[in-house]
Every structure is written in C-alpha cells, then in structure tokens.
C-alpha cells in the first residue's frame, strides 16, 4: 500500500519538488519560502547588500529578473533604510520589447516599485536592430548578443549613475554564473573575475547576483508558482550560441551530479581567491573597469557610431 508523501519540512503538505542535491521532498509552501531563505543566507554570506542601498533591479521581462524583484522587495521589507529600483533597458528590437515592457511595468507597479526605462537609442543613437541590420556584428565578428549585452551592461552603468543607485543587482543564476566562469575558460580569458559579488572597484557601481547559490530551474518553479508573469514572444535575434552548448553540457552533467553546480562554483572561487587579481585599470572613456585603456564596449560603440555614420 503506497505511504501518503508528506513535505520533509513541514510533515503536512503535499509534496511538490524533489530537491534532488538535498534529497528533500518539498510542499509549494515551503519550496517558496526555502528559496527567499535561501537568496537572504547569499546576500548575507557575501555581504551582497548593505541595510541602506539604493538598488537598481535590472529587469530583462523574463521570470528571473521579476522574481528576483518580487524576492527582493519582500526581503528588502525588513531595511526600511534601502531602495528599490527597477530598470528595464530597451535595445530597440522592433515589435520585441513593447510586451515585456508593458507586463514588467504594471507588475512593478502592484509591487509599489519605481520603474524606469532607457532605451539605446536615446543614450547611444542607435538601437540593436540598425546595428544588426547594417551588417555590422558580422563584421566584427560578433553576434548580435555579444553586442547587445555589451551595451546593456553600459547602459545600466548609466541608469545606476542617473539615480544615484550604490548597486546593481542582476538576476544571474548559479547556472548563469556556473556557464560564465566556464566560458571565460574556454575563450582563455587571462584576469577571470568572480562574478556577481560586491567589489569595490574605483567609481564603478558594484554589481550583485543574489541568486548566485540559487539553481535555474527552482527560480522557474518559484515564478511558476508565485504567477510571476513572462513574456511570449522570444527575441528575433535568439541562435545558438557557445553560452547554449555550454548550458545544454552542464544540464546533462548535473542531470546525474545534482550537485555538480554547487560544487563546481565554490572550488573555482576558492581558486580564484588564490589568484593574485591583477588591479584593475579604468577605461580612458567611461571610466568603468577595463585591463584596457579603451574598453571593448567604448570600442565597439565607436566602431558602430563611425559605421552608421557613412
Ligand atoms: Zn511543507
Ligand atoms: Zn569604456
């Protein structure tokens, strides 16, 4: 006769999720408040955020940046000192953008959440979608989504500045940081950087990644379970990239290693903290950090700027 299952935390739900690296069987319940507990221990252990930040949220429209928000503000609720702020930045992707912006608008708005947009072509004079169409990405040698996360990142620089925001908080996942680090390995990127964690870094605003300890697919579990609502249309612009194959690898290896995420994220930091980091120079231009005198994003931007010009 087959045992009713119960929640292994609280012995009365019905479980939902079998968190496989722990071994539990959890109910919605406790499934939800295990991963704020969770994303409150990471802030804490890194000392990811001070009791008075204002904090920019950068919002993409996808699940993980309005769930980070929603778990933020509700963590947020206990340092009446801090502030939230949500960013969305519009590439100008035609037809792409309007309905994410319109769901993470009023879903900011029921969260009492200030929300702000910034598009590239008003701080750049260009929007992805001209670059893309002038040919430009291939001849650099750069896909399409190099070149917008090179001038996202710019622009929430920007936006931090503008609202005088202490961080960024970015909505990168363990999977997320996991595939950067191993990325940065394979394109044999010398001065590898932690990611996610709050350095202090000349005039650069500090970016944070509280959902660093924080797998994947429980953030989509959270969002599904919280009604957190996304977007249906995917970009244009979407192909595979070395980030996909990278991803697809790991979801296979931690398909049998459940683990495999967490352990390979604390012994690479371990390496990392062993490693004499170099210091960091400025870019000449933005003043952001760069190990070269003009960073690759000025450099690209005045590139394209001189191409569309002709
Ligand atoms: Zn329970
Ligand atoms: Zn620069």
Redesign the pocket.
Known sequence: MAVDPRCDLCGEGRPIYHRSYSGEWLCARCFKRSVVDRIRRTISRYNLLEYDDRILVAISGGKDSLSLLKILERIERDFPHSELYAVMIDEGIGGYRAECMAIAESFCSALGVPFTSLSFRDLFGFTLSEVVESGIPEDLGLTPCTICGIFRR?ALSIAARRLGATVIATAHTLDDVVQTYLLNLLKGEGNIRPVGLRRENGHAIPRVAPLRLTPQREIALYAYLENIPFQTTTCPYTHTSMRDRVRSFMAWYAANKPEALFSFLKNFERLLERVDQRAEDR??????P?SRR??????VEMLIRDRLRR
């Not at 003009?294 to 450099?299: D, G, K, L, N, Y």
């Open positions: 710019k870019c000449e231009v933005c003043g952001e760069s003009i960073c690759r994003a000025c450099e």
